[in-house]
């Protein structure tokens, strides 16, 4: 249901900004806290498949969605280090926004925007 899709993707928006700030104030190399809001996603997976759900339906949008959600807030505080104003917020919201926009370009769509991976062996 969209109902279900849309509190899924704000909770998946809110992790992603959580995990890749968590990563960040460990003092991990950005590119790891990066690649950490892809690990994340597993989670979402391993939830997928314990429940029953349809794990295509949701497997390539979390990993996608939420790597290019922390890679938005780590660059975003890249160059707010280096001088350029993002603020902290600023850079929270357009990480949740990316994650929430291509989460919700794949529902409308249909398909996830990895769609040539789709049907691949």
Do not use: N
């Not at 849309?6 to 190399?29: F, Q, R």
């Not at 104003?85 to 926009?101: D, E, K, Q």
């Amino acid at each position: 249901s969209w109902e279900m899709y849309t509190i899924d993707t704000a909770a998946l928006a809110a992790v992603t900004v959580a995990g890749v700030h968590g990563a960040i104030s460990m003092g991990l190399h950005p590119l790891v806290a990066a690649t950490s809001g892809i690990v994340m996603s597993l989670g979402g997976v391993l939830r997928d498949l314990f429940c029953g759900r349809d794990l295509a339906m949701a497997s390539q949008s979390y990993a996608f969605a939420t790597g290019a959600g922390s890679t938005v807030y780590v660059l975003t505080r890249e160059m707010a280090l280096r001088g350029y104003p993002f603020s902290a917020i600023t850079r929270i919201f357009l990480s949740m926004g990316t994650t929430v926009s291509i989460r919700c370009w794949e529902y409308f769509r249909g398909e996830p925007l990895l769609a040539p991976m789709r049907g691949r062996k």
